[in-house]
């Protein structure tokens, strides 16, 4: 985080204090002198570093006297003034209107969304719950306040000032989301006017905000509701096709493998949106154990094994599925990501069964002999398939290792020059 948005940070948190505690010094609230005196001298401080802010930002200097007729430069310049300190040396009184100019310093709370924005690394639902978590508890206290400066409706004042507090809070936020109990009511013209407003206000901000609730709802379910749709358009297709019952439930369970382990997208799917370079990545994290254990990719470098992660293809088997039988032309590896492979001989006899981590067929992109064992998936599987030609047209950007698969390939098709 750079020195510029921990200085926002402070602007925000401190415009949130400024929210909470000008209002409840208007109503006389008693604070400690010297609480008061930090208060007003922090407002002042921060003002400097809003003024320093807005001239790194807009990136003009302040030796330019056009640069300080910005209205918001201006706000910032009268909050630099301690109004507390004035009041006390030059008045002799501790609630003049003076303390009012201090609210300015309060608008920066409204920043918090420039200060998200700076944050590439946040969830889309933090930067749409951030902003409604810092202003709202400020709106419930200024409407709270309000209330209690024009009497508190039938509640009435309260010798227990922590006590009055509370019910004003009670009062705004149960008028905020038009709940109205109706225990404390307005009873002069002042509070039902204030009444009507605060329901007006309530509307719009609560409404904003059960929006920004549902729409956040239905983001968590959107993947849950495009995988029924196409659920549905399956469906729909089986029973216009009188597809048998049998067949039905196979695709039916391909469908809730595919829910279950992808959330109803492919692995590449979700990758499509980003760049090559982070695709590979991504797929060399996942892979990396398996490819380690490829014997004739050991030499390869780090560039070159992204570059073959990048040409991998997801491929999901079915239970029962021949993912290749003997005697076919060798045309690509597989790498197990999950789910289990029988290797099986002629006759169908297991030779070997492999399970997630493991790979097969990797002889197939060094040389074009048949196939002399089949692979045949006994659960679903998620597989990557390496083909034969996305193999050989990245190794040719790679001379050396070319030189080195040249040497395998030698040394496979004469076992006994080689010993």
């Not at 005697?327 to 999950?338: N, P, Q, R």
């Not at 789910?339 to 297991?350: N, S, T």
Request: net charge neutral.
């Amino acid at each position: 985080m750079s020195t510029l948005q921990k200085l926002r940070i402070v602007s925000i948190i401190s415009a949130m204090v400024v929210g909470v505690w000008l209002p409840l010094k208007l109503l006389h609230y008693p604070l400690a002198f010297d609480l008061e005196v930090s208060i007003d001298l922090w407002i002042s401080f921060v003002s400097i570093i809003n003024l320093y802010i807005h001239f790194k930002e807009k990136d003009q200097s302040a030796k330019e006297i056009k640069s300080w007729l910005a209205v918001g430069v201006v706000v910032d310049l009268l909050c630099v003034i301690p109004f507390y300190l004035v009041e006390e040396y030059f008045f002799n009184h501790h609630h003049t209107t003076l303390s009012l100019f201090n609210i300015l310093a309060a608008r920066h709370i409204w920043k918090i969304k420039d200060f998200l924005n700076e944050i590439p690394t946040l969830p889309p639902m933090a930067y749409r719950l951030i902003p409604i978590a810092f202003m709202m508890p400020v709106l419930v206290h200024l409407v709270a306040c309000g209330w209690i400066s024009l009497g508190s409706g039938t509640a009435g004042p309260d010798a227990d000032k922590g006590m009055e507090y509370v019910r004003a809070i009670y009062w705004s936020f149960t008028t905020l989301t038009t709940v109205g109990y109706g225990d404390i009511s307005a009873k002069t013209a002042p509070q039902m006017l204030f009444a009507c407003i605060t329901q007006l206000i309530g509307v719009g901000v609560f409404g904003f905000v059960l929006s920004n609730v549902a729409s956040l709802l239905s983001r968590l379910d959107a993947a849950r509701e495009h995988h029924m749709e196409n659920l549905d358009r399956m469906e729909t297709f089986m029973h216009s096709n009188r597809i048998p019952a049998k067949l039905k439930t196979k695709v039916r369970s391909y469908y809730h493998y595919l829910w279950q382990n992808h959330k109803g997208l492919p692995d590449r799917t979700i990758l499509e949106g980003l760049p090559l370079k982070f695709q590979s990545e991504l797929l060399f994290f996942i892979n990396r154990s398996i490819i380690e254990k490829v014997s004739f990719l050991q030499w390869a470098s780090h560039d070159l094994l992204e570059d073959l992660m990048r040409e991998l293809q997801p491929r999901i088997a079915a239970p029962g599925e021949n993912i290749f039988r003997i005697g076919e032309i060798g045309d690509a590896m597989y790498f197990i990501h999950s789910g289990h492979v029988d290797i099986v001989d002629k006759e169908g006899k297991v030779l070997a069964q492999l399970n997630e981590g493991k790979f097969f067929g990797e002889m197939a992109l060094i040389t074009s002999a048949k196939r002399n064992a089949g692979a045949k998936a006994t659960t679903y599987c998620d597989l990557y398939v390496l083909s034969k030609e996305a193999f050989d047209r990245v190794i040719h950007s790679y001379p050396d290792f070319l030189s080195h698969i040249e040497d395998v390939i030698h040394q496979r098709n004469n076992p006994k020059k080689s010993a």
